[in-house]
């Protein structure tokens, strides 16, 4: 079934040691977003790529960066995680920008800071 | 700037009653509405989504309305059971500018006890 792949599913790092979330898609989509959603709080969109193009959002922090080598994979670096950090990062696709375009999300990552 | 609520935050309710899950938004100008589940600690999967045109769309025991005007939203759930226990999360679209992005609510938490 064409998907979206997240790895690992839970990530442990340690305060200041740079980490990096993976994100694979099967369905060949032009766009994939980065969502930070912390604890009972709402999905916050970090940035999005639409094909090798990088968006990123006003208030997304410098110590998030991103990268897509290609089509299916879009990677999450995070520089210096502090405690701050730790969250649910979860990776979604759509075929094209716009409204008209669902978004598809894959299960998650969840970070934990120690 | 759009702002999505979800009123409760949490609701408990018996095996096989019906209820309804509210969301409001502040900015009427949207282009659709979409209702998400979350599992704790997984990714969101879409339950409805309801173009601005539309008043209500329906899947199985899941019946969704829009009423743009008011800035309103239920998702009601029939026959509740056991397995419907998770988050439920609002979403809209604007209908100008940037209208991929996605505004969240914080979502209602809901367990079906039996």
């Known amino acids: 079934d064409a998907m979206v792949i997240q790895n690992p599913r839970y990530q442990v790092t340690q305060f200041g040691k740079p980490v990096t979330l993976s994100c694979s898609q099967t369905?060949?989509?032009?766009?994939m977003y980065w969502y930070q959603q912390k604890s009972s709080q709402a999905p916050k969109l970090l940035f999005h790529?639409?094909?090798?193009?990088?968006?990123n959002e006003a208030d997304t922090p410098d110590n998030f960066q991103s990268r897509r080598p290609n089509t299916s994979f879009c990677f999450l670096d995070i520089r210096s995680p502090g405690l701050g950090d730790a969250a649910m990062y979860l990776c979604?696709?759509?075929?094209?920008?716009?409204?008209?375009?669902?978004?598809?999300f894959g299960p998650g990552t969840r970070l934990t800071v120690t | 700037k759009q702002e999505v609520t979800q009123i409760p935050a949490a609701l408990s309710v018996p095996e096989g009653e019906n209820l309804v899950l509210n969301c409001s938004f502040t900015?009427?100008?949207?282009?659709?509405l979409q209702w998400f589940r979350q599992d704790p600690g997984k990714g969101l999967t879409s339950l409805l989504l309801?173009?601005?045109?539309?008043r209500e769309q329906t899947s199985g025991r899941l019946n969704a309305s829009l009423d743009k005007s008011s800035g309103r939203s239920t998702l009601y759930i029939a026959a509740s059971q056991p397995g419907d226990s998770a988050t439920y999360l609002c979403?809209?679209?604007?209908?100008?500018?940037?209208?991929?992005?996605?505004?969240f609510g914080k979502g209602t938490l809901l367990t079906v006890n039996p």
């Open positions: 979403a809209v679209r604007p209908s100008g500018g940037s209208n991929y992005k996605l505004t």
């Open positions: 900015d009427s100008a949207i282009y659709n």
């Open positions: 309801i173009q601005s045109s539309q």
């Open positions: 790529y639409y094909d090798k193009d990088f968006n």
């Open positions: 979604a696709t759509s075929p094209d920008l716009g409204a008209a375009y669902e978004q598809y």
């Open positions: 369905l060949n989509h032009n766009v």
